[in-house]
């Protein structure tokens, strides 16, 4: 009796123990798959914030890619217009002793060359100068301490020709009481302070082809109005650095080739 309730006490506790051993080990189960789900969610959000990122880098890319191309397309143009430039600017320079012949019919050269100290041209404090465009001679305050060369105009109306900005002006006609009406591609906007006062001036700047002496080059201007001083034309430091010295107190020490005197509006000492 004793024998047969022992062995159903063990096999009782046998089936406990078997069925404790399975809840528990349902547990473990299900808490390992809880577990494995809340990973793979956490690796899908990982892998969308990357694919988000992704898409982002290649969008920026291709911003990247169309500013590239709009930059270089400018860039042509811009070259396209310099050389183009440079091109009318040469020209104009080659055409330089065709103009001195249209405005009078050639004469024997019988003038001196220039004065030249260590290679470089000496000039007075005032000297004829020939602005090949429009062909006419006027006389130049030469100024040292001026950076940029500045010519008389009026009526200054900016424009644009061909997508480039021009410039449309009207300069005195030396010895007469004229204008004459010029148009130009406008080279830059220098920025002028004047000693009687602060604030700064913007002023449209060409390039023109000159003569001072027997020396010819191509240099900026400033166009301004200078009716308020004596001379219609200022020569700055841009034409001075390098080629010209300054013989303070001197006047006219340069002599413009022959065919180019005083009926273009140059004084003579």
């Not at 798959?33 to 959000?45: G, N």
């Not at 080279?187 to 004047?194: N, V």
């Not at 390039?207 to 001072?212: A, G, S, T």
């Amino acid at each position: 009796m004793l024998s047969t309730r022992s062995s159903r006490s063990r096999i009782t506790r046998l089936t406990f123990l078997l069925g404790l051993a399975v809840l528990l080990s349902g547990c473990s189960h299900d808490r390992y798959l809880f577990l494995e789900r809340a990973e793979l969610d956490q690796l899908e959000q990982q892998h969308k914030l990357q694919q988000q990122r992704i898409e982002a880098l290649e969008a920026l890319e291709t911003r990247t890619l169309e500013q590239f191309d709009v930059m270089e397309t400018r860039q042509q143009l811009r070259q396209q217009a310099l050389l183009d430039r440079l091109s009318r600017q040469q020209d104009l320079i080659q055409s330089l002793p065709q103009q001195q012949a249209s405005i009078l019919p050639p004469q024997p050269t019988t003038s001196e060359p220039s004065a030249r100290l260590k290679g470089k041209l000496v000039v007075g404090e005032t000297e004829p100068i020939y602005i090949a465009d429009p062909g006419l001679v006027y006389t130049a305050r030469i100024d040292s301490g001026a950076t940029t060369s500045s010519l008389h105009a009026l009526n200054i109306q900016r424009f644009e020709r061909n997508g480039q900005p021009w410039v449309r002006f009207d300069i005195s006609v030396p010895g007469r009481d004229e204008t004459l009406t010029m148009e130009h591609e406008i080279s830059r906007r220098a920025r002028i302070i004047q000693s009687n006062t602060d604030d700064p001036e913007r002023r449209i700047v060409v390039e023109l082809p000159f003569m001072i002496g027997d020396h010819r080059d191509l240099a900026e201007f400033t166009l301004s109005d200078r009716s308020h001083l004596t001379y219609p034309v200022l020569v700055g430091r841009n034409i001075l650095r390098d080629v010209m010295l300054i013989d303070v107190g001197q006047e006219f020490v340069t002599e413009l080739p022959e065919g180019l005197n005083t009926e273009q509006g140059a004084k003579t000492p």
